[in-house]
T-cell receptor
């Protein structure tokens, strides 16, 4: 079945460091891909998305490119801030008559000043 | 627009009881989906309702059920509670559903089963 695998956390970085959180997926066809973020004490919110191969989603300095050949959607940011500390979830939606939104286990990011 | 609201925010129940959680979507959104979040299993999809009909269902036992009203508000019911049902239950709404629409999540209901 469809699944999402993301790198184990927690990830601890210093402010202004480069961030990569790996995400790979298994799905038949061409799912839409998402990164969601959950800040401490807040609800889940969409960070960025890509709906077809080679699309790049971007928001708040974060980017991810839909790579069909490697079935990946890695999240990157060039210079993280303390305020980026949160849990990040990679997700896919594969539509059809029985659609489902499938999440990875989440990666906790802590950014130290 | 007001965001997705969930009530109650916290609940404590004992094994064997049943519980009903409520979700009010963003005005105009016809799709409401429900998720269970636990440290061990992460985020798992429960089901989606669209225009009062269950459209998709995840892999959860029949003790988990839901419904949606004509105003798009949705309720989720869990019967015969088990310790393992302790979790954060999230709902999300969107205009058209899971087909690539952005899902807007509520703050969740924290259920503790003793």
């Amino acid at each position: 079945g469809d699944s999402v695998t993301q790198m184990e956390g927690p990830v601890t970085l210093s402010e202004e460091a480069f961030l990569t959180i790996n995400c790979t997926y298994t799905a038949t066809g061409y799912p839409s891909l998402f990164w969601y973020v959950q800040y401490p004490g807040e609800g889940l919110q969409l960070l960025l998305k890509a709906t077809k191969a080679d699309d790049k989603g971007s928001n708040k300095g974060f980017e991810a490119t839909y790579r069909k050949e490697t079935t990946s959607f890695h999240l990157e940011k060039g210079s993280v801030q303390v305020s980026d500390s949160a849990v990040y979830f990679c997700a896919l939606y594969y539509g059809g008559s029985q659609g489902n939104l499938i999440f990875g286990k989440g990666t906790k990011l802590s950014v130290k000043p | 627009k007001a965001g997705v609201t969930q009530t109650p925010r916290y609940l404590i129940k004992t094994r064997g009881q049943q519980v009903t959680l409520s979700c009010s979507p963003i005005s105009g959104h016809r799709s409401v989906s429900w998720y269970q979040q636990t440290p061990g299993q992460g985020l798992q999809f429960l089901f989606e309702y669209f225009s009062e009909t269950q459209r998709n269902k995840g892999n959860f036992p029949g003790r988990f059920s839901g419904r949606q009203f004509s105003n798009s508000r949705s309720e989720m019911n869990v019967s015969t509670l088990e310790l393992g049902d302790s979790a954060l239950y999230l709902c999300a709404s969107s205009p058209k559903g899971l087909d690539g629409d952005t899902q807007y999540f509520g703050p969740g209901t924290r259920l503790t089963v003793l």
